[in-house]
């Protein structure tokens, strides 16, 4: 008489195909958490600079400098600072020879997928690896740390 029951052999099998099918659920997850976090941080970086423009005219024709603070974002965008949810992410302003403003934001030290996925939005994006403007973000390897978006452009002088 035989005994009704699974083999070990029909066990395994059905562990590795959950475990591949989990797998393959995780990288794509994955994937998708870190393109909205780029977009996010695309977004936010675009958001300060409409912010700087204002701060611009607002204080008499200079630009701001260092971190973002609360104050600087109850007053030109009428919420908090941007948050990442990662301590390691944060945005300040910065200038360069060419450019008097930029919008800085320092990246996640440990998260090579959200720089691989702000490199590939980073052309259409304007955000670039250097503060003088000339490698856009993404083109080293591996991607820097620290990314700059120009808010305002020197005009070359006559």
Known sequence: MKKRGFTLVELLVVFIIIGVLSGMLLLTTLS??????????ISDMRTL???ALMYYHEEGKKWPI??????FC????????????D??????FDSSDQT??????????????LRKKLA???SEAGIFEDKSLTRIYGE?????????MPVAVKSPSP
């Not at 080293?140 to 700059?148: A, E």
Request: with cysteine; glycine share 8%; charged share 20%.
């Open 32 to 41: 998708g958490r870190d393109k909205a976090m780029a977009t996010r941080i």
């Open 49 to 51: 600079k409409s912010a």
């Open 66 to 71: 260092g971190p973002v603070s609360e104050a």
């Open 74 to 85: 109850s007053k030109y965008l009428d919420r908090k600072a941007p948050e990442s949810g």
């Open 87 to 92: 301590e390691n992410l944060w945005y300040g």
């Open 100 to 113: 008097p403003c930029l919008v800085v934001a320092n990246l996640p030290s440990e998260s090579f997928g």
């Open 120 to 122: 590939s939005m980073a």
């Open 140 to 148: 080293t390897s591996p991607p820097p740390q620290r990314v700059y």
